[in-house]
């Protein structure tokens, strides 16, 4: 049954409402002028070009990157190994392993953030891209494991038993079978925990320093001053790069699919 | 949208229990006829070698995440004793803030709710163009971080904002700037639009689901486009509206960006009295103790939900996006 023209016009409606934001944040970086106001006066790029030359925004946009990477990395790591336990392990209870990855996922920021500062401190892991990075990492790994393992039920066992016949050892077959056939899935995990790392903010508050904040951190702080257009410039480019990440994951494999099968 | 929801139960094949040092390598890990494997192997499994390769996986989440769980426990029951419970079910300052957070996140449920079933509608029952249009749309907020829409709403409703200022000197219509930062109308708005999304997302997967037939059967029989919804559709989307509903209350229940920027000194939820508890009033005991009730209130709203409609299902709407 089609919707109704009401019902269109609503959606419609509540479209424009979910852009609107964004975009307004969008346009108050590129005025010319030195106050956010709408509409923006004139066009100019004067304060990306100011955030991109000040130490501080510069410092903090490294640390997030880095931060970002170890934390994809991490919970790929950590993510499909607990997917191969999951899936395959006789010995491990599946919901145990299951419950233990995707425990992460239900757990309020402001919890995890109180978990990780009181022990994260404790044994010397505070203010820097470690420790950060591991705590982003827990908290993304699940996606890493979710779709590993919807990729391991797809995994066609015969393959294995091939290598495995052939005189593989189990661990050699782990490496240059199984692995190369889940490595698309972890990677879409991977860039799904660094997004989340990305624009994390509560957890990044636990466990910043003076000396250590990553790029959210620093907004979070000048936000609660008040609006500048400097801030739009950064709230952009933090989302300009999320869109970017999400169109890879939402629309990439979909193409990677597409050109394979022409190939 | 879910994978969640292919969670295997155990892996399908019935090989035997072979560990790596029972058997050869060629017969370890395939299904091998019965009388195989040893019999007490398959009645006492042991460490094989996929629990091996789920070994640092399982390490790592330990070490770095239930073992800080139970330090916040251990936390809320020592520092300085199990007291900071008591304080926080006598003091009326908590009490209030967990009826205002619990009224927030009902509130914000329902209107998420309210709003996000006919979008979903909409995109479930329209054209390739319209589906396309809302999806992008809704993608775009749902991507955008939750700190850049917080501050957003701080640009669109501030006193000089963009609401007020269309009100005074475009409109005419007020003199004075209408006071909307830093209230619970605030907070609402801002948070209905952050998590308006994950609703929309699981109403939309369900509602797609619904075999058209159905529909068409009722519609066949005589009954009017009003009621085929009512009787049909309706009560058939039901379980997606739990699921996204679910996610949306447990997810506004921890709320603190949002809150914290757009809502005034009066309310104080529960995320930002824990953090309160922390930053300013250094009784981090109580502050784990608070945590620790926020944690368990979520996993019980889960459980309970997950009774109905499944976890993967509640989890999986998110799509790989946290709050």
């Not at chain 1, 782990?174 to 660094?194: D, E, N, Q, S, Y």
């Not at chain 2, 930002?272 to 930053?279: H, K, L, N, P, T």
Request: aromatic share 8%; net charge positive; with cysteine.
């Amino acid at each position: 049954m089609r919707a109704g023209l009401g019902v269109r016009l609503f959606a419609c409606l509540i479209a424009l409402l979910f852009v609107t934001p964004t975009l307004i944040v969008a346009a108050t970086s590129v005025t010319s002028g030195s106050m956010v106001t709408f509409p923006p006066k004139g066009f100019s790029l004067r304060w990306f070009q100011e955030v991109l030359t000040d130490p501080e925004w510069l410092t903090a946009l490294g640390n997030s990157a880095q931060v970002g990477l170890l934390a994809a990395v991490l919970a790929m790591a950590a993510g499909t190994s607990l997917a191969f336990a999951a899936a395959r392990s006789r010995f491990l209870p599946p919901a145990l392993v299951t419950g233990l990855a995707v425990l992460p996922m239900t757990v309020p920021l402001v919890v995890a953030g109180i978990g990780f500062y009181l022990v994260y401190i404790r044994v010397g892991l505070s203010g820097n891209v470690l420790s950060l990075g591991i705590a982003h990492a827990v908290l993304g790994l699940p996606f890493v494991f979710v779709n590993v393992l919807a990729a391991l039920t797809g995994v066609d066992r015969r393959v294995e038993e091939a290598a495995r016949v052939s005189g593989a050892t189990e661990a050699v077959t782990l490496l240059r079978i199984t692995l190369p056939l889940v490595a698309p899935a972890a990677l879409v995990g991977g860039v799904l925990a660094f997004v989340s790392s990305w624009d994390e903010v509560v957890v990044a508050l636990f466990l910043n320093t003076p000396q250590f904040r990553t790029l959210p951190v620093v907004m979070w702080s000048q936000v609660r001053s008040g609006v500048e257009p400097s801030i739009s410039a950064v709230a952009t480019l933090i989302t300009l790069v999320s869109l970017l990440m999400a169109a890879l994951v939402l629309v990439g494999p979909a193409v990677v699919k597409k050109v394979r099968r022409r190939t | 949208m879910s994978a969640l929801s292919q969670i295997p139960s155990r892996a399908s094949s019935p090989g035997p229990q072979a560990g790596p040092e029972a058997g050869s390598a060629v017969r370890a890990g395939h299904g091998a006829g019965p009388g195989e494997g040893p019999a007490r192997a398959r009645r006492f499994p042991r460490p094989d070698f996929w629990s091996g390769a789920g070994l640092p996986g399982l390490v790592f989440v330990v070490a770095a995440f239930v073992v800080p769980m139970a330090v916040v426990v251990v936390k809320s029951l020592t520092d300085p004793s199990p007291a900071n419970y008591t304080a926080i079910f006598t003091s009326s300052v908590y009490q209030r803030s967990v009826v205002d957070t619990l009224q927030m996140a009902l509130v914000v449920t329902v209107l998420c709710l309210l709003i996000g079933y006919p979008y979903a509608y909409a995109m479930a029952r329209s054209g390739t163009a319209m589906r396309t249009f809302l999806m992008v749309a809704l993608m775009l907020a749902f991507w955008t971080s939750l700190l850049v829409r917080t501050y957003a709403w701080q640009i669109v409703l501030n006193d000089t904002g963009l609401v007020n200022t269309a009100l005074r000197d475009w409109l005419g219509l007020t003199s004075a700037p209408i006071h909307m930062i830093r209230t619970p109308f605030a907070v609402y708005v801002g948070m209905v639009h952050i998590l308006l999304p994950y609703a929309v997302l699981a109403l939309f997967a369900q509602l797609r689901s619904i075999d058209p037939d159905v529909e068409r059967a009722a519609q066949v029989m005589g009954a009017r486009p009003w009621r085929v919804f009512a009787r049909v559709t309706l009560p058939l989307s039901l379980p997606g509206a739990v699921a996204g509903g679910v996610l949306v209350f447990v997810l506004a229940l921890g709320f603190y960006i949002t809150p914290q920027l757009l809502g005034g000194a009066r309310q104080v939820y529960v995320g930002q009295a824990i953090m309160q508890q922390i930053e300013q009033f250094l009784k981090p005991g109580v502050g784990a103790a608070m945590a620790v009730l926020l944690f368990v209130a979520v996993l019980a709203v889960l459980g309970l939900a997950a009774r109905f409609v499944g976890l993967g299902r509640i989890l999986g709407v998110g799509m790989g996006r946290r709050r």
